[in-house]
C-alpha cells in the first residue's frame, strides 16, 4: 500500500469519528431540549422505553378518599368551613347534632328521674350528702359551702393516645341535676375533624357549673382536656374552680379493705353495682377506631359503660357525704375498718371547730 493511499484512510476514519461524536452531541442536545421544553410546561419527560418505562400513579378509590376526608381535619391554611356531622345507620343510638360557630357533632342526653336506682341506691341519695364531709374527707375546704347537687359530673373516653395533640377525648359525658332530674349528655365525635366544636360546649358548660366531679379527673379528665383546649386555642374552664376527686376520698376511707383504688371495686363494693355485659374503658379506644374504619363496633357499650361510671360519681358522692354520720347513703351502718374512719373524721371535724 502506497504512502498516500494509507494517508487517505486514515482522514477517512478520523471524519467517521468526528461524525460519531458529533452524532451523539446532537442527541444529548435534542434531549436536553425536550426536557426543558417539559419542565416549562409542567410536564415530566418520559425517559425512552429501552432504559426505563413510565410508570403508572395508582390513585386512592373514591370511597377511601372520601372516608379519609370526613376522619382527617383539613390542613389547607385559611378559613375552612365547619364540617357537618353525619348521621348513620352504624351510629349509636339517639345521637342529635349539634351546632356552634365551630362546627358540628353529635349528643345524646338521657333524663333518669331521682327514684332510679344504681346498684342498690337511689339517685336521690344524693340529697342527704353534706358539703362539709365532703370538704373534709377531700381535704380541700373550697368544697365546704356547695350544693353536693349542683355539681358538674365528668367522664370522659379517650383515643387512648397518652396527652398531646394526639390525644383524643372522642366522648365526653356531663351529668347535672335539673328540675328535680338527673340529667346526663353524651358529646362524640365521628372524627377529629369535629373536636374543636365539642371542645368547646364542653367549655362553656363546666365554666357555668359551681364545681366538678370526677374520679381521678384532677390526673386524668382534667388534663386530657385541657391539653386539647389549649391546642384549639379555647380557654380553660379549670382555672379557681373547685374539683371533687372521689378518687383520694374513697381512698383514705374504704381504700385499706378494698383489693384496689379503681371506680369499678368501689361501686361494686359500696353501691351494689353489677354490671352485665359491660366493655372495660380499656377497650373504648378499639371501638372507636373500629368505627372511624367503617367496622363493627361496639361503641353502643361505650356509651353505656361511660353512662355507669358517671352514675356511679353520683352514688359515691352519696356515701362520702354520710362519712362523718358512721352510716351509708341509705342509711346502713357503718362497720368495720369504714366505721373506724368515720369516727376518725368525727374527731379531726371536732377538733378544727374548737381551734
Known amino acids: 500500500m502506497s504512502v498516500p493511499r494509507r494517508l487517505s484512510g486514515l482522514r477517512r476514519s478520523g471524519r467517521r469519528g468526528r461524525s460519531a461524536r458529533q452524532g451523539r452531541r446532537d442527541a444529548r442536545a435534542r434531549a436536553l431540549g425536550r426536557g426543558r421544553r417539559a419542565a416549562r410546561s409542567g410536564r415530566r419527560p418520559l425517559r425512552s422505553a429501552g432504559r426505563c418505562a413510565a410508570r403508572a400513579v395508582s390513585t386512592p378509590s373514591d370511597p377511601l378518599r372520601d ?97 398531646g395533640a394526639g390525644g383524643i377525648a372522642f366522648l365526653v359525658a356531663l351529668g347535672e341535676y335539673r328540675d328535680g332530674a338527673f340529667e346526663l349528655w353524651q358529646g362524640f365525635l365521628q ?55 372521689l378518687y383520694w376520698p374513697c381512698r383514705r376511707l374504704y381504700g385499706a379493705g378494698l383489693p384496689n383504688g379503681r371506680l369499678s371495686t368501689m361501686e361494686r363494693e359500696l353501691l351494689g353495682v353489677a354490671r352485665e355485659d359491660d366493655l372495660p374503658g380499656s377497650m373504648a379506644p378499639a371501638a372507636w377506631l373500629d368505627f372511624l374504619a367503617g367496622r363493627a363496633h361496639r361503641l353502643e357499650q361505650v356509651f353505656a359503660h361511660n353512662r355507669d361510671d358517671l352514675l356511679s360519681l353520683v352514688g359515691l358522692v352519696a356515701h362520702v357525704g354520710r362519712a362523718s354520720e358512721g352510716a351509708y347513703a341509705d342509711g346502713t351502718p357503718l362497720r368495720g375498718d369504714a366505721e373506724l374512719r368515720a369516727r376518725a373524721l368525727l374527731q379531726l371535724q371536732s377538733k378544727r371547730r374548737r381551734r
Open 67 to 163: 372516608k379519609l376526608r370526613r376522619i382527617l381535619p383539613p390542613s389547607a391554611p385559611g378559613v375552612v368551613p365547619a364540617p357537618r356531622a353525619r348521621l348513620s345507620p352504624e351510629l349509636p343510638s339517639a345521637l342529635v347534632e349539634q351546632r356552634n360557630e365551630h362546627g358540628a357533632y353529635l349528643a345524646r342526653t338521657t333524663r333518669f328521674e331521682a327514684a332510679h336506682r344504681h346498684g342498690e341506691l337511689a339517685l336521690a341519695a344524693i340529697e342527704h350528702a353534706r358539703a362539709g364531709d365532703l370538704a373534709l374527707v377531700a381535704r380541700d375546704p373550697a368544697l365546704a359551702g356547695l350544693d353536693p347537687r349542683a355539681g358538674l359530673f365528668l367522664d370522659i373516653e379517650t383515643n387512648g393516645l397518652q396527652g
Open 191 to 245: 372524627g377529629p375533624a369535629e373536636e374543636r366544636a365539642l371542645l368547646a360546649d364542653v367549655e362553656r358548660r363546666i365554666r357555668a357549673a359551681p364545681h366538678v366531679v370526677t374520679f381521678f379527673g384532677k390526673s386524668f379528665d382534667r388534663h386530657r382536656l385541657e391539653d386539647k383546649l389549649r391546642y384549639h386555642g379555647l380557654p380553660t374552664p379549670f382555672a379557681d374552680k373547685p374539683h371533687l376527686d
